[in-house]
């Protein structure tokens, strides 16, 4: 006898425990990613996760998301050196999100579920990587953006979720335009904020030794240091064309003295006062005494862009325009609660994705109530 092939409806409770799962799993993942994306590592060798402190690989076995963390209370089984709880939050965050779309979502956008579970993933992976290296990987952002594109194909109702009954092809408008928006906002303060604030210079009375600090671990960039100011290598050089400018009173180069003059440090070169050019990678050491220096900065990133167009290629002009507000505010809640941006550098991409993340979780209907209520509903 041939009994048909029931399951529960995509909106029953039950169901919610798989995503939970996948989520954790995901999340495991994503913490690889998290560590090696930024180091130029590969996010596939080696296949098995390792301590990095002892480099020893971690078994299956103590690789079970969320449990293993738990059970080894946050150390390596080898060398007992401590795992950083991030490991277990990105895998509770990513668990929790992907759970809370499901929840949302199905059963009408089961079709496009793995497409926000991928913009989710991408959302986590990115904030803690800005985060920890002020930079966004522009390779998980144009990966984002098809995607973006491919879920507005499959489900015509994203860009604007509720109230949106346009065509497939509207829909697409609808995401190339919401990227296009995205990335010019951003574009445009980008080379705003570096006409404005595009160069630091630091003078001093006398002359204060300088000189280039290797990583102390892989994990760590070169430091320039000059006076008392100590400046990782990542936030000086953000475009090909910029250099860092020394006035030196006594240049050293691998221990060996080679005079005074302008001195210009390129991201992988020096120029030395006599026109001549040097790889880094080729000069054991480099120091001397300074009297000023102009350091090239950058009001905001260019990876901030590309997270705004990928946003936009999800939601529309309408993500774009209440992910971007609602990310300010995030901003400038957490810079006035824990005093960061004041003198320092601010990760914008974080608060960008946690306006992306409100609008999925219920902030569209604040932007279909501000549209019907200026009599624009339907844009």
Known sequence: M???????????????????????????????????LPLGLSVNS???????????????????????WLWLRGRCRDCAAPIAFRYFGVELLTALLFTAAWWIFAPQAVAVMLFLWVLLALLVAITFIDAEHLIIPTNLTWGGSVCGLLACAVWPDLPNLAGYTGTRG??????????????????????????????????????????????????????????????????????????????????????????QGTLLLREAEIELPDGTVHLLAEIQSLDGMATSAVIPREAMGMGDAHLLAMIGAFFGWGGVVLSLFA????????????????????????????????????????????????GLAGM
């Open 2 to 36: 041939n009994f048909p092939l029931t399951y529960p409806p995509f909106e029953h409770w039950v169901w919610l425990i798989p995503a939970f799962w996948i989520g954790a799993c995901i999340g495991s993942f994503l913490n690889v990613v998290i560590y090696r």
């Open 46 to 68: 080696p296949k098995r996760s390792f301590c990095p402190l002892c480099k020893k690989p971690i078994p299956m076995w103590l690789n079970v998301p969320l449990v293993s």
């Open 170 to 259: 509207a829909a697409l408008v609808q995401s190339l335009g919401g990227w296009v928006l995205g990335f010019g906002i951003l574009w445009v303060v980008v080379e705003l904020g570096k006409k404005a604030l595009g160069k630091k210079s630091l003078t001093f009375e006398q002359a204060v030794p300088w000189s280039l600090k290797e990583a102390e671990n892989e994990t760590d960039p070169l430091h320039f240091l000059i006076g008392e100011e100590s400046i990782p290598w990542w936030d000086i050089f953000s475009r090909k064309s910029d250099q860092l400018r020394i006035e030196a009173t006594a240049i050293r180069v691998s221990g060996q003295a080679i005079g």
């Open 327 to 374: 990310s300010s505010i995030f901003a400038l809640i957490a810079a006035a609660i824990g005093r960061i941006g004041f003198g320092k550098q601010l990760p914008f991409g974080p608060f960008l994705a946690m306006g992306a993340l409100a609008w999925l979780f219920g902030g569209w209907k604040l932007w279909h109530w501000y549209l019907s209520a200026f």
